[in-house]
C-alpha cells in the first residue's frame, strides 16, 4: 500500500516568507510527527498529533512554527516569516497508535527547505 | 531530561565482518528501544524493537540487545554486506507517558568490500 507521502519535495524560498509543507499519513494510522534534520544532525522533534487529542507541541522552535491536522488524515506544517536557520529537511512520521504502543514511525521522504 | 548518546564516529568495518553499534541512554527507564536505518535523501525506516523485558531479538542477520541495568543496546549487523552501509539511529519513548520517542543521533556505517 501507499507510504507516507510529502510534498513538495524541494522547496526553496526567500528569508521573509511564509512555507507550506504537506503530510499525508498512511490511511489509518493516528499518530502523526513532524521532525526536522539539519544537515548532520539527528531528528529534532517539532510536534505530534495523536487522535483527536490536542497536539503536542511542545518541539515547536518559535512561534513562527505551527501545524494543523485536517479530519485526522492530512497534516500541514506552515512556517512564518522563514529565516535561514529554518533551512533543513522536515521529516514526517504516522504510526497506527501513538508511541505508547510501541509502534514502528513510518517516515515520509522529507522536504528539503532551504531559505536563502 | 533523557539523553541518548550513539557514537557519532562513523564506523568503517569489512564486508563479512560483524558490525557492532551501540546507544546508550541515561536518567530514565524506556519500557522499549527501537533501530531504525536512514539512508541518505530518505526518511528513516524501523528495523527492530526490543522491549525492557527481552534481553536480546534476532531479525536475519540483525540482533538487537538490550541491558536495562547498563542503560544500553547494542546493535549488530553479521556478515556485513556494501548494502548494509547506512546511518542508524536508536529511538526511545520519552518519560512520562511515552506518547513520543526521542532519536539518537545515529551512527554512520560504511562497509568497505
Known amino acids: 500500500g501507499a507510504g507516507v507521502s510529502q510534498s513538495p519535495s524541494n522547496k526553496v524560498t526567500e528569508k521573509g516568507k511564509d512555507v507550506e509543507l504537506r503530510c499525508d499519513p498512511i490511511?489509518?494510522?493516528?499518530?502523526l510527527y513532524w521532525y526536522r534534520q539539519s544537515l548532520g544532525q539527528g531528528l529534532e522533534f517539532l510536534i505530534y498529533?495523536?487522535?483527536?487529542?490536542?497536539?503536542?507541541k511542545s518541539g515547536l522552535p518559535s512561534d513562527r512554527f505551527s501545524a494543523e491536522r485536517t479530519g485526522g488524515s492530512v497534516s500541514t506544517l506552515t512556517i512564518q516569516r522563514t529565516q535561514q536557520e529554518d533551512s533543513a529537511v522536515y521529516l514526517c512520521?504516522?504510526?497506527?497508535?501513538?508511541?505508547?504502543?510501541?509502534?514502528?514511525?513510518?517516515f515520509g521522504p522529507g522536504t528539503r527547505l532551504t531559505v536563502l | 531530561s533523557q539523553k541518548i548518546e550513539q557514537n557519532s564516529e562513523a564506523l568503517n568495518i569489512q564486508e563479512g565482518k560483524t558490525a557492532t553499534l551501540t546507544c546508550n541512554y541515561t536518567?530514565?527507564?524506556?519500557?522499549?528501544l527501537q533501530w531504525y536505518r536512514q539512508d541518505p535523501g530518505r526518511g528513516p525506516v524501523f528495523l527492530l524493537l526490543?522491549?525492557?523485558?527481552?534481553k536480546e531479538k534476532r531479525k536475519e542477520r540483525l540482533k538487537v540487545t538490550f541491558d536495562t541495568t547498563l542503560k544500553q543496546s547494542l546493535f549488530h549487523i553479521t556478515a556485513s554486506q556494501p548494502a548494509d552501509s547506512a546511518t542508524y539511529l536508536c529511538?526511545?519513548?520519552?518519560?512520562?507517558?511515552?506518547?513520543?520517542?526521542?532519536f539518537g543521533t545515529g551512527t554512520k556505517l560504511q562497509v568497505i568490500p
Open positions: 498529533f495523536q487522535g483527536n487529542s490536542a497536539p503536542d
Open positions: 512520521a504516522s504510526s497506527l497508535q501513538g508511541a505508547a504502543s510501541y509502534n514502528e514511525q513510518f
Open positions: 490511511s489509518g494510522h493516528t499518530a
Open positions: 526490543i522491549r525492557e523485558n527481552e
Open positions: 536518567n530514565y527507564s524506556p519500557a522499549y
Open positions: 529511538a526511545l519513548p520519552n518519560s512520562g507517558g511515552y506518547q513520543k520517542v526521542t
